[in-house]
């Protein structure tokens, strides 16, 4: 019985489970929202919130404790820059975690985990590759139309290819 154990083994051995928490903890300080399962999630928020501490510190000593644990400099230039002053007022609870319902194969509990103030850099992302679609879209339709004034597509007549001469 594991009777006040504290942490999450996630059924992985103890080098597997610390490289998979680093990695979400870097995603999740680069993309400010990841969907994973709920006790990934759950396992991962403590070390975020330290993560975020260190930010908020600011000084070189912390700089190069969170270059230790996080796989990326950008991870780490973005803790300092942006996330660590938005939670520069507020102690502690710096995330989110919203259950978004069962994976289909396995039927795990999967959930976002997000930090909070996130929205609005997530609307501006969905913002920018929207406006990104319509002038794809933009270019691919003046391209059709300037195709179709030059004449059209010129199609091979049917057979013209590959008929034998005999």
Same mark, same amino acid.
């Given at each position: 019985?594991?009777?006040?154990?504290?942490?999450?083994?996630?059924?992985?051995?103890?080098?597997?489970?610390?490289?998979?928490?680093?990695?979400?903890?870097?995603?999740?300080? &680069?993309?400010?929202?990841?969907?994973?399962?709920?006790?990934?999630?759950?396992?991962?928020?403590?070390?975020?919130?330290?993560?975020?501490?260190? %930010?908020?510190?600011?000084?070189?000593?912390?700089?190069?404790?969170?270059?230790?644990?996080?796989?990326?400099?950008?991870?780490?230039?973005?803790?300092?820059?942006?996330?660590?002053? *938005?939670? %520069?007022?507020?102690? %502690? /609870?710096?995330?989110?975690?919203? *259950?978004?319902?069962?994976?289909?194969?396995?039927?795990?509990?999967?959930?976002? &985990?997000?930090?909070? %103030?996130?929205?609005?850099?997530?609307?501006?992302?969905?913002?920018?590759?929207?406006? $990104?679609?319509?002038?794809?879209?933009?270019?691919?339709?003046?391209?059709?139309?300037? $195709?179709?004034?030059? /004449?059209?597509?010129?199609?091979?007549?049917?057979?013209?290819?590959?008929?034998?001469?005999?």
């Amino acid at each position: 019985m594991r009777h006040k154990v504290a942490g999450y083994k996630l059924g992985r051995n103890p080098a597997h489970r610390r490289s998979l928490l680093r990695n979400l903890v870097t995603s999740l300080i &680069i993309e400010e929202r990841i969907e994973t399962t709920v006790p990934k999630a759950k396992a991962m928020r403590p070390l975020v919130e330290k993560m975020i501490t260190l %930010g908020k510190r600011g000084d070189l000593s912390a700089r190069r404790q969170a270059l230790a644990y996080l796989m990326t400099s950008a991870a780490v230039d973005k803790l300092f820059d942006a996330i660590g002053p *938005r939670f %520069g007022d507020r102690n %502690g /609870g710096y995330l989110r975690i919203v *259950r978004t319902g069962w994976r289909k194969g396995d039927g795990a509990d999967n959930a976002f &985990i997000e930090l909070l %103030g996130s929205e609005k850099v997530l609307d501006e992302k969905r913002q920018k590759r929207a406006e $990104a679609r319509s002038k794809r879209a933009a270019e691919n339709k003046r391209a059709m139309d300037e $195709a179709e004034a030059h /004449g059209g597509v010129e199609h091979p007549t049917p057979g013209a290819e590959g008929e034998d001469k005999t």
